[in-house]
């Protein structure tokens, strides 16, 4: 592993990573990178595990390593306003609706182990997702600290997962994989 | 009588040892059939170690899983069922697996690998689809749990496990229903399963003049020709002149899976009931423990029904926001309890001996 870049909150204000001629806006990278809007992202996935700052002081000193910024600077990134400087994250799956909303089982990003459960208000859901809300849909719930022009607040968003329409040749594949189970497959 | 110490029964001991975990985290039961025969009944992990604690169970007494285990049963793929049976599988590689497909296998094969297409760990699919992998890999028959079927059988005068459900009824059922899920596929990209608890695979163990009947979450059905009413009015294999002296209380002990005949036809009058808590759902209710303890002096639970209330240790700061935007965020709080009975099958009039660990506790001493 290369050695920490060190940058704070400010010196990161409109900076660019330019290694691959992409121009990058870190403040939406990080954001991207905590709330994993990109969720089916793949490549999402291999990014080196974030531990380092999400302990981020409270001076809003980022450690990044230059595998970090190389990875961020491989991802297409999203429009998003603010950047966060310690975040959880949950994974929710809806168990229950309920007269005000929903109740989720959650599972802890962060570290892992046991799970959680909470109650979800309707109105903290965004309009584009409230149609996504029934039981078993999962969503991510991510607590945090954001640097809003300068100044810090909490903030909670709830984003709910999108599964992509699948192709047919992924529906195809499936099928195929199926009917060679069957064939392979003995029952009793 | 608390464990201190696990062991390995003796060959002419046969032991019945529910796992069960506060939080929900699920229920396994590690069978030893006697001479070193063991079975497995559904899995659960430890979410601190990801390790299935059936599997960890047998390793923990010594047993010879590659080659002692033969049979795992699947009962239904509720995640708290059927976290690490995979992992379970491949370890015990001798073993049959067992577990309630649709009548139409094909079908359920597609329903497994469209949902492998979500690429995701969380879904209890994943589960069986590596299962079916480690099966077609072994060349080993997979054993369709079904109405009154036998499913392992040691030998004329050794331990039976039958199958008691799903019925028919509930086989038919479920595959108009795997037919519904795959048209859900290609236009939501997202399959809800609905109702596995009423495909769950109850089962029948004898052993000597002995027996015992495990309730997976079987429910009481609306419908008489599924669920326990069925197994009630049409099972071919229980015996009413051989009632059962150990139950597996069906689905937490929860009302729906009750059904008053099950304890006057098929339970002798001291048979020991044993049941997982769900504490997220407060499952049991106080009042079905009252009904339990009216049919039974021997009601047993891996774990208090309740938990105060806890949140998980983090950042100062984090707790901080969490206090503030979700005062209702609970931990579901783990904790393994194991009840552990014993019997000497080969003597007609013994009794159970039955031995608690950790939250595991006699309900109604």
């Known amino acids: ?188 | 009588m608390v464990i201190e110490q696990f062991d390995l029964p003796l060959n002419n001991i046969v032991e019945i040892t529910l796992i069960g975990t506060a939080g929900g985290y699920g229920e396994s039961i590690v069978i030893h059939l006697g001479d070193q025969n063991w079975a497995v009944v559904d899995s659960c992990k430890d979410p601190h170690t990801g390790l299935s604690l059936p599997l960890d169970y047998l390793n923990s007494i010594g047993v010879d899983v590659a080659n002692q285990v033969k049979l795992i049963v699947c009962t239904h793929w509720h995640n708290d069922h059927i976290k690490g049976i995979a992992n379970l599988f491949a370890e015990c590689k001798q073993s049959d697996f067992c577990f309630a497909p649709s009548t139409d296998v094909d079908k359920f094969l597609l329903f497994v690998q469209l949902e492998q297409l979500k690429k995701s760990d969380s879904q209890s699919t994943t589960e069986f689809a590596k299962c079916l992998e480690i099966a077609e890999t072994r060349g080993k028959p997979i054993i369709r749990a079904m109405q009154d079927r036998t499913i392992l059988n040691l030998g004329d005068d050794s331990s039976k496990i039958y199958s008691l459900s799903p019925s028919d009824a509930t086989l038919k059922a479920y595959d108009i229903e795997i037919s519904s899920l795959i048209d859900k596929v290609s236009s939501m990209g997202r399959i809800i399963s609905e109702g596995p608890n009423s495909k769950s695979v109850a089962l029948l163990l004898t052993f000597g003049k002995h027996s015992a009947i495990l309730g997976a979450d079987l429910e009481i059905s609306d419908n008489k020709f599924e669920g326990w009413i069925n197994i009630l009015d049409n099972s071919k294999v229980i015996s009413p002149n051989n009632k059962a002296s150990f139950f597996k209380i069906p689905h937490h002990g929860s009302s729906n899976g009750y059904e008053i005949r099950v304890w006057e036809e098929l339970l002798t009058d001291t048979a020991i009931g044993k049941l997982t808590p769900y504490n997220k759902s407060k499952l049991p209710r106080d009042e079905m423990i009252a009904v339990y303890s009216n049919h039974t002096k021997h009601l047993y639970a891996t774990s208090s029904s309740t938990s105060g209330p806890k949140s998980k240790k983090r950042d100062r700061s984090i707790e901080k926001a969490i206090k503030d935007a979700r005062p209702s965020l609970q931990e579901l709080r783990f904790s393994k309890g194991i009840i552990r009975s014993r019997i000497d099958y080969t003597i007609d009039e013994a009794d159970w001996l039955v031995d608690t660990y950790g939250p595991a506790y006699h309900v109604n001493p």
């Open chain 1, 1 to 188: 592993m290369t050695e920490p870049t060190m940058v704070t909150s400010n010196s990161i204000q409109n900076r660019r990573i330019t290694e691959s001629r992409k121009l990058l806006d870190i403040d939406k990278a990080f954001a991207f990178y905590i709330h994993g809007l990109k969720d089916q992202n793949e490549d999402l996935l291999k990014l080196p595990k974030h531990n380092q700052w999400i302990e981020a002081d409270s001076k809003g000193k980022i450690i990044l390593t230059e595998d970090r910024l190389n990875a961020i600077n491989e991802i297409s990134l999203p429009e998003h306003p603010n950047y966060y400087t310690l975040t959880q994250r949950w994974l929710g799956t809806i168990t229950e609706i309920t007269q005000d909303g929903f109740n989720a089982k959650l599972e802890d990003l962060n570290a892992g182990g046991t799970n959680e459960y909470a109650e979800f208000f309707s109105t903290e859901v965004s309009k584009d997702d409230k149609p996504l809300v029934s039981i078993g849909a999962v969503f991510y719930w991510s607590l945090g600290y954001a640097n809003d022009k300068g100044s810090v607040k909490k903030e909670s968003i709830i984003r709910f997962q999108r599964l992509p329409q699948w192709s047919s040749e992924d529906i195809d594949s499936a099928v195929d994989k199926a009917r060679a189970q069957s064939k392979a497959l003995k029952w009793l």
